[in-house]
Nanobody, 126 residues
Framework: QVQLVESGGGLVQPGGSLRLSCAAS????????MGWYRQAPGKQRELVAV???????NYADSVKGRFTISRDSTENTVYLQMNSLKPEDTAVYYC????????????????????WGQGTQVTVSS
């Protein structure tokens, strides 16, 4: 099977930095866009940043100039470098893949769409 495993969350002071990672594991054939979303308490989940397989990126206005998304396609990993963090960035951050193709245990090609990681908590507080 396949999994999206996030890491890098934690507690940081305002103005600080964190780097989130999300690695897709399994017998992966290809991945389309990879992205990061976040959900703060009492709020809806929102897009933070997304990167296509070709490297095109898109960011929420609230994080432009502070966050940078990147990916290592050879490692099936997406990163989110977060700088100048603010208390309003506090949320659970989720990794998302819009379309992932992989081999299952029977060597059949399978596809997962709109696939989510388990989330990692980011808390920005003094």
């Amino acid at each position: 099977q396949v999994q999206l495993v996030e890491s890098g969350g934690g507690l940081v002071q305002p103005g600080g930095s964190l780097r989130l990672s999300c690695a897709a594991s399994g017998r992966i054939i290809s991945i389309n866009a990879m992205g990061w979303y976040r959900q703060a308490p009492g709020k809806q989940r929102e897009l933070v940043a997304v990167i296509t397989s070709g490297g095109s990126t898109n960011y929420a206005d609230s994080v432009k100039g502070r966050f940078t998304i990147s990916r290592d396609s050879t490692e099936n990993t997406v990163y989110l470098q977060m700088n100048s963090l603010k208390p309003e960035d506090t949320a659970v951050y989720y990794c998302n893949v819009d379309r992932l193709r992989y081999y299952n245990e029977y060597n059949n090609v399978r596809t997962k769409t709109d696939y989510w990681g388990q989330g990692t908590q980011v808390t920005v507080s003094s």
